[in-house]
């Protein structure tokens, strides 16, 4: 590394902003799985929710501080708060349990924000209250870091002036959230650059971009080329409207063009293929195949021309090594006869760290599996790992114990299906007729688990090539106005459909909680 060389602070919002994405909701052993892997990808900063929210994020927050935040080495844990004094009390309290902690305040500055969200607060009502916030948060921890909401449509000298008031009462790190998306590269540049002198070397300046242009990641390169030394990011790019900056594309953005950003991030980046798929997995948001640094196409090269080149020398046509992200290079194909010890094998392979429970619920999907197929793949594998473990892991309400769907050509489709309700210990057995397959599995569920709920969403996806393909389907219902995920894959689209349904439902009951602020 050369002496010019600066670090880069990567301050990680999966578990806040990313999971305010429509249809996420993570309860606290999915957050702590998800922090593990952040903390194994040796992110800076973890931003592990918004704790005043419900008693789930607090207890989340609270569990990851305990956990994942008790090593001297350990990321910083942050904690978001609104400039309230009982969202910045229970953020504190929160944190206790990390060795290293933060408190994240924020408040609205721009006119339509103060004057639709903050019930038209005059510019110096603003400053005390951002000025408060600072500085009670400051009786809880040293690491103070305040946003000014909609920044970048917020008129410069006050923003200046708020600024200037939050250093002045404490605030180590300034952040300026580009809130929705709406700035350009260099004009943000620019504002960046005048905020990094104006705050001077004993601030940090940070950027928190939205992607509703599609320039997140444009514009946080900017800000950190103009002087910005943290920036904030979410795994796969997930979060509010079209999403957050993308975590594995600054990053690699910053590793491939070192020669003209000069700067480095601390970030593992062997672990970043491997925490884009826990996170896809946990979350039950797919990768899109042209994904830059994770998609499935990222590395692959379908043109004549392009395969020649890379056969002759790889940087012909590939910028980035596939083993720079911990990406899967050959495949090892597992069919029937393979045993327990070489899925296992297999999996560990693939980063996957499952208990022995787990891995013996990711082995009988498995075999199931390899009864209908003849070749299973990696492919194969993160897709069952990704149903059977992370999507229908412990605490899941119900099962799908079996189903059976007929007719179609002369009469109308009709689905039975046997559900079993895992608290009452109980077998319900209903059917439904549909306009199609999908429907009547679907309506024979809904009727087994008692929810009315409203399909919003519904995306099929071919794991592998081949007409025994898994096929991976991904659902988004709608339960009391709150949309929920579900994942479930199968050699048989309409049962993988059934377990996805069945997926997002049960998620409705595990995790409904009332929210009582966001902010993106």
Not at 134 to 139: D, I, P
Not at 444 to 469: C, E, H, Q
Request: glycine share 10%; with cysteine; aromatic share 4%.
């Amino acid at each position: 590394m050369s002496t010019t060389d600066q670090s880069v602070t990567i301050f990680d919002t999966t578990l806040r902003d990313g999971e305010q994405a429509p249809g996420i909701s993570l309860g606290t052993k999915e957050k702590l799985e998800i922090a593990e892997q952040l903390a194994r990808l040796r992110v800076d900063v973890i931003e592990a929710g918004f704790p005043i929210t419900s008693h789930g994020d607090y207890e989340a927050v609270s569990a990851i501080a305990g956990s994942v935040g008790t090593e001297s080495n350990a990321p910083v844990i942050a904690a978001l708060a609104r400039c309230h004094p009982g969202d910045i009390a229970r953020a504190g309290e929160s944190l206790t349990g990390a060795s290293r902690s933060r408190i994240h305040v924020f408040l609205s500055t721009s006119e339509i924000h103060r004057r639709a969200l903050l019930h038209g607060a005059d510019e110096d009502a603003v400053i005390r209250q951002a000025v408060s916030a600072v500085e009670q948060a400051r009786t809880y921890t040293d690491d103070v870091e305040f946003s000014p909401q909609d920044a970048t449509r917020t008129d410069e000298d006050f923003l200046n002036r708020v600024i200037d008031a939050v250093v002045a009462a404490g605030a180590t790190t300034v952040n300026v959230p580009d809130t929705v998306g709406y700035a350009l590269p260099h004009d943000f540049g620019r504002l960046i650059g005048d905020v990094v002198r104006r705050v001077g070397p004993d601030v940090a300046v940070s950027v928190h971009c939205h992607n509703d242009l599609g320039l997140a990641v444009a514009n946080s390169l900017e800000a950190v080329r103009n002087g910005a030394r943290q920036v904030e990011v979410a795994v796969n790019g997930i979060g509010e409207r079209a999403g957050n900056c993308a975590l594995e594309e600054v990053v690699m953005a910053l590793a491939t063009r070192r020669d003209l950003l000069r700067r480095t991030t601390t970030v593992h980046t062997p672990e970043i293929a491997r925490t884009s798929r826990l996170v896809s997995a946990v979350t039950g948001y797919p990768v899109q195949f042209n994904k830059a640094v994770v998609g499935r196409n990222a590395f692959a090269h379908e043109s004549g021309i392009h395969q020649h080149g890379v056969l002759a020398d790889r940087l012909t046509y590939e910028i980035m090594r596939a083993e720079d992200i911990g990406a899967v290079g050959a495949q090892i194909v597992l069919g029937k006869h393979s045993g327990r010890h070489a899925v296992a094998r297999q999996l560990e392979r693939m980063g996957y760290r499952l208990t022995d429970e787990e891995a013996g619920r990711a082995f009988t999907r498995f075999k199931e599996l390899a009864d209908r197929k003849v070749d299973i793949s990696d492919k194969d594998l993160e897709a069952i790992v990704a149903d059977e473990v992370y999507a229908s892991g412990d605490g899941e309400p119900f099962e799908l114990v079996w189903m059976q769907v007929s007719g179609g050509t002369v009469g109308p489709p009709t689905a039975t299906v046997r559900i079993r309700r895992v608290a009452e210990e109980t077998l319900v057995d209903e059917s439904c007729m549909g306009d199609g397959m999908v429907d009547a599995a679907c309506g024979a569920i809904r009727r087994a688990v008692g929810i009315d709920a409203t399909l919003l969403t519904f995306n099929v996806a071919a794991v592998t090539g081949g007409i025994d393909a898994l096929g991976d389907v991904s659902v988004q219902v709608e339960v009391d106005g709150r949309r929920f995920a579900g994942r479930g894959v199968s050699t048989d689209i309409v049962e993988g459909s059934a377990r996805a349904y069945l997926n997002a439902l049960g998620k409705s009951v595990r995790l409904r909680q009332p929210v009582t602020a966001e902010m993106s």
